[in-house]
Nanobody, 127 residues
Framework: QVQLVESGGGLVQAGGSLRLSCAAS????????MGWFRQYPGKEREFVST????????KYVDSVKGRFTISRDNAKNTVYLQMNSLKPEDTAVYYCASARRSYVGDYDAVTSNYDYWGQGTQVTVSS
């Protein structure tokens, strides 16, 4: 059974930083790309970032480029999202997800490209 467990969310002031972690178990972590999504109240889940199986290739939504960094440690079965220069509009529930494939490519922003999801972690940025 595949499990993804996020941690690291919390309350931070605008301009601050947080690092989210997602620990995976239940399948060969290094064989799959991983992604981070976020969801605002009453809205659809939206893509934030993805990373390929090796960590060599990444992709970000325009609104977080230059502020967020995705990374992974395959030895620890963990993917990270380092979030710097946080803004109030980054306030959301953040989810990690395991992709159905190993690489970064078309349709990375589509939720159906991911088959396992964590429970989510709340990030709140105060102004």
């Amino acid at each position: 059974q595949v499990q993804l467990v996020e941690s690291g969310g919390g309350l931070v002031q605008a301009g601050g930083s947080l690092r989210l972690s997602c620990a995976a178990s239940g399948r060969t972590f290094s064989s799959y790309a991983m992604g981070w999504f976020r969801q605002y109240p009453g809205k659809e889940r939206e893509f934030v970032s993805t990373i390929n199986w090796s960590g060599m290739f990444t992709k970000y939504v325009d609104s977080v480029k230059g502020r967020f960094t995705i990374s992974r440690d395959n030895a620890k079965n963990t993917v990270y999202l380092q979030m710097n220069s946080l803004k109030p509009e980054d306030t959301a529930v953040y989810y990690c997800a395991s992709a159905r494939r190993s690489y970064v490519g078309d349709y990375d922003a589509v939720t159906s490209n991911y088959d396992y999801w964590g429970q989510g972690t709340q990030v709140t940025v105060s102004s």
